[in-house]
């Protein structure tokens, strides 16, 4: 589906069942994600990569429908950026120099 039509999907979920269902939802799914990634870990029940990729693209799904809500019609997409440009920034520090090993990597698969 194309980001577009996705968008309109999006919005018509928010606009069918409201904002604050959407938020239990999120919160729900998120739930089942943890629940999923508990039991691949855990190995129970022959839980499978398949069955966390249902809850991470489910949670993905219920995170669009957050950022319609508290970006799109909230704070706004220079404040998202800023923050999303800031936490990303942290994270680099902290990964260090293992981005180099991962260049390094890379630059080798392009050689081939
Ligand atoms: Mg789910």
């Known amino acids: 589906m194309r980001k577009n039509e996705e968008w ?4 018509g979920a928010l606009s069918k069942w ?11 799914e998120m739930a089942e994600l943890i629940k999923a990634l508990m039991k ?17 693209v489910d949670v993905e799904i219920m995170i669009d429908q957050l950022k319609l809500i508290f970006v ?26 293992h981005i180099f090993k991962v260049q390094q990597m890379e630059n080798k698969n392009e050689a081939k």
């Open 8 to 11: 309109v999907v999006l919005s």
């Open 18 to 28: 409201g904002g604050k269902f959407q938020i239990d939802m999120a919160v729900e």
């Open 40 to 56: 691949y870990m855990r190995k129970i029940n022959g839980s499978s990569r398949y069955d966390v990729v249902e809850e991470i």
């Open 72 to 97: 799109d019609n909230g704070v706004g997409h220079e404040h998202y950026s800023n923050v999303r440009d800031r936490k990303m920034e942290r994270l680099k520090e902290m990964v260090g120099n």
